[in-house]
Each structure stands twice: as C-alpha cells, then as structure tokens.
C-alpha cells in the first residue's frame, strides 16, 4: 500500500520569488509519482509526472520536480512565481502494478503581491 | 475540445431526496472514476469502471451507486443523500486503467445536503 503526505497545507510567498513545495510518500514497491495542479474553482490538470528515467522532471508553466528515492520525496519547484499560480497543488502516487492513485491532502500556493 | 463535464456544477438538496450528478467525456476513455475532495483529506476515490458495464467500489464507496451503460457516460446516484455527503465532486477519465497515464478532470459539482 502507499501513502502521500504534503507537510505543508498553505506556503504563502511574495511574487517572483521561488517556491517549494514538499511531497513525501511511503511505498514498498516501484512507485510512479504525479503532481496536480486545481485552480481555483476547476478541477484538477496534470503538472508532471515522474514514470522512470531522469529524476528531474519539467512540467508545464515552468514548475520540475526531482524524485529522490532514498528520501522517498518528490518535491516541487518553480524558480519564480507569479500571481497567476495561486492553486492548490496535490501530489499523488501509486504502484506500477495498480490502477489507483493514493492522493495527498493538497497544499495552498498563496502569491502575496 | 477533448474534455469532460459533470452536471450540475452546484447543489443544494434535503436529506434523503434521491439525486444523480452526470458525468460524460468526449474522448473515448475506457476508465472513469468518481472522487470526492473535502479540506485536508485530499482526493478520495468513491467508484471506478475499467470499461462499459465494469464497476467497483473506490476507498468511500458507502452511500453512493454508479453505472456504466456507455463508455461515454458514468453517472453518480445518491439514493438517499446525507449531511455527512456534503462535498465537493470530481468526475475523471483516462485512456486506460493503468495508472502511468494523466487523468483528465471534469470541473466538479458543489453538493450540499441539508
């Protein structure tokens, strides 16, 4: 079985500065990791995935995210934000072997201006 | 548009009145999955169906019915809604059940029961 936990419910961080935001996960198999993005009152669209290969992963709107599997994270980043990017973010997991994704609770991007 | 829409976006229903929220997608997805999202539990699955008359239940299934009569379509029927019900609904598609492909997400329906 897996498990997803984001650390972090709310990062709040002024524009143009760069933002982390943190996805640990528990899995005792090869896992495929994913990140989602929600703006607000949407549902939810791809940012990236990670499947195999390169553990830098380049998404859309200039977010990457590196799969570290001795710390079994995978974390998200972006150099600079933008109001534009105000979202909630869920990172996501599962078993190659599986069809289901073991959610994260969601983390709040708040941009300050 | 490849996309995937739920119907209605927003509702308000008495405990206990039978409701069914739409959800179909243009894309010839053979795998569609209904969630519910509520404040810091993240995304909960409630069904799933692999194909056309395929279903099983999710991790939240109680409560909740499903069919798959066409590939396109894959309603949810509360038969007998309650409070602890009140949420907010995703409706998901993707080309297969294999979990290495994107899901494609629906705009969610808002239900509140009183």
């Known amino acids: 079985a897996q498990s997803v936990t984001q650390l972090d419910s709310q990062v709040p961080v002024f524009e143009e500065a760069p933002v982390e935001l943190r996805c640990n996960y528990s899995?005792?198999?090869?896992?495929?990791l994913f990140w989602y993005v929600q703006y607000p009152n949407q549902g939810l669209q791809l940012l990236l995935k990670?499947?195999?290969?390169s553990t830098l992963v380049k998404g859309i709107n200039g977010f990457e995210a590196e799969f570290n599997k001795s710390q079994t994270s995978f974390h998200l980043r972006k150099p600079s934000v933008h109001i534009s990017d105000t979202a909630e973010y869920f990172c996501?997991?599962?078993?190659?072997?599986?069809?289901?994704?073991?959610w994260g609770a969601g983390t709040k991007l708040i941009i300050k201006p | 548009e490849a996309q995937v829409t739920q119907n209605p976006r927003y509702l308000i229903t008495v405990t206990g009145k039978k409701l069914t929220v739409t959800c179909s997608q243009n894309?010839?997805?053979?795998?569609m999955s209904w969630y519910r999202q509520d404040p810091g539990l993240g995304l909960r699955q409630i069904y799933y169906?692999?194909?056309?008359?395929?279903?099983d239940k999710g991790d939240v299934p109680e409560g909740y019915k499903v069919s798959r009569k066409e590939k396109r379509n894959f309603p949810l029927i509360l038969e007998s809604p309650s409070p602890n019900q009140t949420s907010l609904y995703f409706c998901?598609?993707?080309?297969?059940?294999?979990?290495?492909?994107?899901?494609?997400f629906g705009p969610g329906t808002r239900l509140t029961v009183t």
């Open positions: 998901a598609s993707t080309l297969s059940g294999m979990s290495s492909y994107e899901q494609y």
């Open positions: 894309m010839n997805h053979e795998y």
């Open positions: 169906s692999m194909n056309v008359e395929v279903t």
């Open positions: 899995s005792s198999v090869s896992v495929y």
């Open positions: 990670y499947l195999s290969g």
């Open positions: 996501a997991v599962s078993g190659r072997s599986n069809y289901q994704l073991i």
